[in-house]
């Protein structure tokens, strides 16, 4: 049995993190000592086999008999539907109508523009509106007077909510 097979025929599956990394390092042991051996004889190191690779896929004939079988359903699934044909449009509008339409609307903006034209009629006049109050000076000065009594009294302690 060569190397390279025993990694590929299910063997070392079975081995153990360690097995597996000493069974690596000898195999690199055993690279190096073919190139050495290469290198005393002359020649060429034998490469490590490999497992060959696998080779499938079609003939160029078996793709050509299917690729002529598919063609030929297609051409029945072409031929057995009927050609779809455009329904005729009905309806429109003539000329004539056309014209009616757009001297309606020409007649609708001609009288809409009239009517902005036009002054409007003037609004009888509104009532003055009410005044707003006014405290006098001598209230206002009432009202700061009590104020600064209340945030003295608020910061002394005495104010509680």
């Known amino acids: 049995m060569q190397i390279g097979q025993c990694f590929n025929d299910g063997t070392m599956i079975n081995l153990t993190s360690s097995q597996l990394r000493q069974a690596a390092n000898i195999k690199d042991k055993i690279a190096a000592l073919e190139k050495q ?59 004539a109508g056309k ?34 109050f006014k405290m006098s000076a001598a209230a206002k000065g009432n009202q700061s007077a009590k104020m600064k009594a209340y945030w003295a009294a608020k910061k002394a302690g005495a104010v509680k909510k």
């Open 37 to 95: 051996l290469a290198a005393i004889t002359g020649t060429k190191a034998a490469p490590i086999a490999k497992a060959p690779k696998k080779k499938g896929g079609m003939s160029a004939a078996g793709k050509a008999k299917i690729a002529a079988a598919q063609k030929l359903r297609w051409a029945k699934v072409k031929a057995a539907k009927p050609a779809v044909v455009k329904p005729v449009k009905k309806g429109g509008m003539s000329a």
């Open 99 to 132: 014209a009616r339409i757009a001297a309606a609307q020409k007649l609708r903006w001609a009288k809409v523009k009239a009517a902005k034209a036009t002054p409007k009629a003037v609004k009888p006049a509104q009532k003055p509106a009410k005044k707003k």
